[in-house]
């Protein structure tokens, strides 16, 4: 909004030149973002109490997980009215890429929305049971795909890391393997929301290393110097990957151990969902196994677990997702925090590695 308020008026006065950078349009979502969540975070934290919209905890987990019982949950909601407001304050809103971003944010939040109700309103440990919950988002992440590769005739060539003429062309295959990636990140990321703060500075250092990547594939002469595919336009996701830092900055300060809000599936499902959209957008999907890694490792601790039980009847860890089965091995919470915080950053600075090596 403020682009298409201010920008015009450069003419008259050249400070307002500036609003038409990304760079600090992007800043300024960031700070925005943030700005809005610790305004509003109080209030929205006594209604959530208000409403005894208590965090549900899992029997069978660890024994210290029982004090998180009556934190209020679905803070999720205040995230992205933060990640929104600050997104049509600074971005060019009805960019066909950031209007698909709204859209997936939307969908999947509700999805997450309704997850959420059914488990902290109605009483229901189970919340939305998969055979609705996956379909749903399998419906949404279709319907973004045939969007952007049908309507915008977005290309459909895919990005190896290391080989910078191996480009091939997937075609209509291009659809499923979009719809994967976003779904398949989705939960992974949700996988990943299960201790204070967990899940914030992992998603924190994706989105500003998307960022990086979305800035990088819009400029014609970057990317050509660094031989990736250049993508007119996805400039903007870097402003909508801004906000979702500053979102999840200020969130983290409320949602760090002990936490005083959780997030719930309203924000862990978009999250991933939107983190998914950006790499295919910025064709970096590929590249998204190693930025978010943490989310690869915790999905992949529970499909193992699951085939191992069902096949040999023996669980490979002593709890999955894996930070409960570093918990279960002696492990303090706080310590398993930090520890896949520090990862996330090694793996995010590796994949920017990336850019030089093709």
């Given at each position: ?163 910078k003429t ?10 499923p393997f ?75 300060w409320f ?104």
């Open positions: 909004m403020l682009y298409y308020l201010l920008y015009p008026l450069h003419s008259e006065f050249i400070g307002f030149n500036v609003v038409r950078y990304i760079t600090f349009r992007t800043l300024m979502a960031t700070f925005t973002a943030m700005l809005i969540y610790f305004v509003f975070n109080g209030i929205f934290t006594r209604y959530l109490a208000k409403k005894q919209f208590w965090q549900t905890v899992r029997d069978d987990g660890p024994i210290t997980h029982m004090d998180k019982r009556g934190t209020p949950t679905m803070g999720g909601v205040m995230m992205w009215i933060s990640v929104l407001s600050s997104m049509l304050l600074w971005s060019k809103f009805i960019d066909p890429y950031v209007i698909l971003g709204f859209v997936v944010v939307l969908i999947f939040g509700m999805i997450g929305f309704i997850d959420d109700y059914r488990k902290v309103v109605l009483k229901d440990p189970k919340g939305l049971r998969a055979r609705w919950k996956f379909p749903l988002q399998l419906i949404c992440g279709a319907l973004v795909a045939l969007v952007l590769f049908d309507v915008l005739d977005f290309p459909r060539t895919l990005s190896v890391p290391f080989f191996f480009i091939p062309d997937l075609g209509w295959y291009y659809i979009a719809i994967l990636v976003m779904v398949g990140t989705s939960n992974a990321v949700n996988l990943t929301d299960g201790l204070d703060g967990l899940v914030s500075v992992p998603c924190m250092v994706s989105f500003l290393a998307y960022g990086i990547l979305a800035y990088v594939a819009s400029h014609a002469a970057i990317s050509s110097y660094l031989s990736i595919q250049f993508i007119p336009g996805s400039g903007e996701l870097a402003v909508m990957c801004g906000a979702v830092v500053g979102a999840c900055t200020a969130f983290l949602n760090a151990h002990p936490a005083s809000i959780f997030m719930g599936d309203v924000g862990s499902l978009p999250l991933g969902a939107l983190l998914g959209y950006v790499s295919i957008v910025t064709k970096n999907e590929i590249l998204l196994v190693i930025i978010g890694g943490i989310f690869v490792m915790e999905t992949i601790s529970v499909i193992t677990q699951v085939i191992s039980f069902k096949l040999t009847g023996k669980r490979i860890f002593k709890m999955a997702p894996i930070h409960h089965h570093f918990e279960l091995k002696g492990w303090s919470e706080s310590k398993v925090i930090v520890r896949f915080w520090i990862i996330s950053i090694i793996l995010a600075l590796a994949s920017l590695a990336t850019l030089k090596l093709r």
